[in-house]
């Protein structure tokens, strides 16, 4: 039989295929977890021979994920092409062996990057694959949260090995590792019902919003407290963030969970890590270097809707 010459081929559609796989709009708010994790763990206090370690986990951290997401697929495969068949896997339009492909030189790009810091970083993006793995098999809303705390931890365990971390900005990143897992926990909890027929309405959707009303707060009385620092915007912006952070999660549990698919939920709390990210960079020690990642970070979250109107982030 001769195929249809209407049917898309894996040549014939560029690279639409793979950005729709690599999910684009969420791709966005991976370097963020290493980079606030470098920056809380250093004080903020960044010099020249720092940039390359700080890229270099942010880097990494985007591969490891990528070879999540297409793992992924990979795994989930007969599943898509039940409730998700134009995903570009169970399509045709990339073909198994590329996935894998794909996936194998991701994992491979990951870990080694974060080996440019020694051991200590080679070891956490190592364990971050395996975790990773194990979410892609098991789906527990628990490995979801690691994974996401570990690609922080991985920018924090790099910092720590160009200069010994300090109590407070180590109080910081440990209520930092805190909060992305929970909030993470929180929206994949939401995430497990996306396919489901009918929209559930209980105190599940509501999750998000009371992790990150524990947690962020419990962070912003950390700033301030080196003795002799100088004066700084940085609470102020903080506390900004914050409003907007805790405002855009209690929408998304309440009016807007109401009126839009799950989906689109649990794409704004995907959004929202943006948000959490920048007060986090703004949290990192008492001067007001996390204030450019922050409005970097900021520029993303106002990019991110405009990509996820055409490629799939959830």
């Known amino acids: 039989m001769n195929a249809d010459p209407n049917t898309p081929t ?15 709009p969420n791709l966005l708010t991976v370097p963020g977890d290493p980079l606030a994790g470098f920056l809380l763990a250093s004080g903020g206090r960044l010099d020249r021979s720092m940039l390359i370690p700080m890229l270099a986990m942010m880097g990494a951290s985007v591969c490891l994920y990528l070879f999540g997401l297409v793992h992924n697929d990979i795994v989930d495969l007969e599943t898509d092409r039940a409730e998700r068949p134009d995903r570009p896997l169970p399509s045709g339009q990339i073909t198994m062996a590329q996935a894998k492909i794909a996936a194998f030189v991701m994992a491979l790009l990951g870990i080694g990057l974060a080996s440019i810091m020694g051991w200590g970083t080679l070891g956490v993006a190592s364990l971050l694959a395996l975790v990773i793995c194990s979410y892609n098999s098991c789906k527990s809303i628990y490995t979801m949260g690691l994974c996401r705390a570990l690609s922080l931890h991985l920018g ?18 440990t209520i ?13 909890a939401v995430a497990k019902n996306e396919m489901a027929a009918e929209k559930p309405m209980g105190l599940k959707r509501w999750m998000p919003f009371v992790a990150l009303l524990v947690t962020l707060p419990c962070i912003l009385l ?43 939920t649990v794409a704004g709390h995907i959004r929202n890590l943006l948000l959490v990210q920048a007060c986090l960079c ?16 900021f520029a993303l979250w106002i990019l991110f809707p405009r990509l996820a109107k055409r490629f799939y982030s959830s």
Do not use: H, N
Request: net charge neutral; aromatic share 12%; hydrophobic share 55%.
């Open 282 to 297: 703004v949290a990192a020690g008492d001067g007001d270097t996390g204030l450019f990642p922050a409005l970097f970070l």
């Open 222 to 264: 950390t700033l301030g407290q080196t003795e002799g620092a100088a004066p700084t915007v940085a609470p102020t912006v903080f506390v900004i963030l914050m409003c907007m952070v805790l405002m855009w999660s209690w929408m998304l549990g309440g009016m807007l969970y109401s009126l839009q698919p799950v989906t689109k």
């Open 10 to 24: 894996p040549t014939s559609l560029g690279w639409s295929p793979w950005l729709r796989l690599f999910r684009l």
């Open 156 to 173: 924090v365990t790099a910092s720590v090995i160009s200069k010994p971390v300090d109590f407070v900005t180590g109080d910081t990143a």
């Open 176 to 188: 930092a590792l805190v909060a992305i897992f929970a909030y993470t926990v929180a929206f994949s």
